[in-house]
């Protein structure tokens, strides 16, 4: 039950697009199609913004979109906003009714 | 509107004992499978159990099996994670969360545990 390796930090100017990578093994990411993602502002509780690698829960933009190669998965934040800047993390189910997180990944919007 | 609430947070001392406590609203409980995740300060996310919504599977991380126990009561609407042989590492803030099949839908705000003497 390795943590997932994501950038400890990203940033991108307004407007633009930024991705965040998460690395895992055949074991996690890999083996499922059950990768999500989730958006934490600091002192707050974490928020669903993807799961099943590229499904937005009802309420997330559409400029929040994710993907999966081989042992990476993606987030990609287009046309980014002020309020994007915050937390975020990946996760992926590891068989056997198990999860693993990624280490979290810091969004700069400069 | 879904509401997770946790309880039963606070000040430990190492070795010793805590039950935290999550009451659900807003959602038909005994639905869904919940989950317990923490987030040590400063620190990112862990996965740390899940329980079925019937109730009859359960798992856990491995640094917290053998000595973390959930369960739940589906007529209380509540989730519980019974933490015993605390140690300092185990100090974090607490969420329940709401399984959405393979991911955590909904969070409870959170509560501080602290293990020290």
């Known amino acids: 039950q390795s943590a997932l390796t994501q950038p400890r930090s990203v940033s991108g100017s307004p407007g633009q697009s930024v991705t965040i990578s998460c690395t895992g093994t055949s074991s996690d990411v890999g083996g499922y199609s059950y990768v999500s993602w989730y958006q934490q502002h600091p002192g707050k509780a974490p928020k669903l913004i993807i799961y099943?690698?590229?499904k937005r829960p009802s309420g997330v933009p559409d400029r929040f979109s994710g993907s999966k190669s081989g042992n990476t998965a993606s987030l990609t934040i287009s046309g980014l906003q002020a309020e994007d800047e915050t937390d975020y993390y990946c996760?992926?189910?590891?068989?056997?009714?198990?999860?693993?997180f990624g280490g979290g990944t810091k969004l700069t919007v400069l | 509107e879904v509401q997770l609430v946790e309880s039963g947070g606070g000040l430990v001392q190492p070795g010793g004992s805590l039950r935290l406590s999550c009451a659900a609203s807003?959602?038909?409980?005994?639905?869904?499978?919940m989950n317990w995740v923490r987030q040590a300060p400063g620190k990112g996310l862990e996965w740390l159990s899940y329980i079925i919504s019937s109730n009859d599977l359960i798992n856990y991380a491995d640094s917290v099996k053998g000595r973390f126990t959930i369960s739940r009561d589906n007529a209380k609407n509540s989730v519980y994670l019974q933490m015993s042989s605390l140690r300092a590492e185990d100090t974090a803030v607490y969420y329940c969360?709401?399984?959405?099949?393979?991911?955590?839908?909904?969070w409870g705000q959170g509560i501080l545990v602290t293990i020290s003497s």
């Open positions: 996760c992926s189910y590891a068989g056997s009714y198990t999860w693993v």
């Open positions: 969360a709401r399984d959405r099949v393979y991911a955590f839908e909904d």
């Open positions: 807003g959602f038909t409980f005994s639905d869904y499978s």
């Open positions: 099943d690698v590229n």
